[in-house]
């Protein structure tokens, strides 16, 4: 079965830095759509990243220029390096797995959670103090 296991997350006070890792079992990296997602109480979630099988990124606005995503196809293993954090990225943070097309892998193109999530993680809270 698939199974992917964020870590990472924790709390950190505002302007410090936080690096959340995404292993993935049963599910070849390198082949799929990968996002992050966060989601506040009582917020619908939302995208944050995503990465697609040739590396290309996209960023949702509140995150661009502060948050890198990246994988390891290697170790099979995706990562949200986020700097600069604010309070307002206080949240859970899930790892996901998509069907989305590489051409359609991107948050400015419409990927959003559910849709093509076919697989994703318990995750990671960050708890970002002012």
């Known amino acids: 079965q698939v199974q ?14 936080l690096r959340l890792s ?3 079992t049963g599910v070849t990296f390198s082949r799929r759509c990968l996002a992050w997602f966060r989601q506040l109480p009582g917020k619908e ?3 944050v990243a995503a990465i697609g099988h040739d590396g290309g990124t996209s960023y949702s606005d509140s995150a661009r220029g502060r ?13 949200l390096e986020m700097d600069n954090l604010k309070p307002a990225d206080t949240a859970m943070y899930y790892c996901a797995s998509t069907q989305i ?6 948050l400015q193109q419409g990927l959003k959670w559910p849709h093509g999530v076919d697989n994703w993680g318990k995750g990671t809270q960050v708890t970002i103090s002012s």
């Open 4 to 17: 992917l296991v964020e870590s990472g997350g924790g709390s950190v006070e505002a302007g410090g830095s």
């Open 22 to 24: 995404c292993v993935g």
């Open 45 to 47: 979630r939302e995208g």
């Open 67 to 79: 948050f890198t995503i990246s994988k390891d196809n290697a170790k099979n293993t995706l990562y």
């Open 101 to 106: 097309s590489k051409r359609l892998c991107n």
